[in-house]
């Protein structure tokens, strides 16, 4: 995991849930480096290198709608009609973003720390 906020919750995870497993602080790539990568602290599996705040924007705002369908279809119209300005505001608070520095390693140097 390159980003170092969440490659350190998932050691924590780990260590919390007794696993033998290594987390690696880094990303894979053809050679090390450091590049900067877009992090939203609410939204870390949307993190990346190559950010799109429209698209990714649209595509939480599309999962959220998804996931209430399914809690509960025959109201959803409802809901989305009384609550979409309030979600739409939501987002524009939470979808906030860091510049990151990320360490990008390379499979051999993995194997041969290891």
Avoid at 42 to 58: E, H, Q, W, Y
Avoid at 92 to 97: A, K, L, N, P
Avoid at 102 to 110: D, M, N, P, Q, Y
């Amino acid at each position: 995991e390159p980003i170092p906020a969440t490659a350190e919750v998932l050691a924590l995870n780990a260590a919390l849930h007794g696993l033998d497993a290594t987390v690696y602080a880094a990303g894979i790539a053809d050679s090390e480096r450091s590049e900067v990568f877009t992090y939203y602290p609410f939204f870390s599996s949307t993190s990346g290198r190559f950010p799109d705040l429209g698209k990714d924007r649209a595509d939480i705002k599309a999962h959220i709608l998804n996931e209430q369908r399914q809690l509960d279809a025959s109201a959803f119209e409802t809901w989305r009609r009384e609550r979409e300005t309030a979600l739409d505001r939501w987002l524009d608070e939470h979808m906030q973003s860091e510049k990151v520095a990320c360490r990008l390693t390379t499979i051999s140097a993995v194997i041969r720390e290891h």
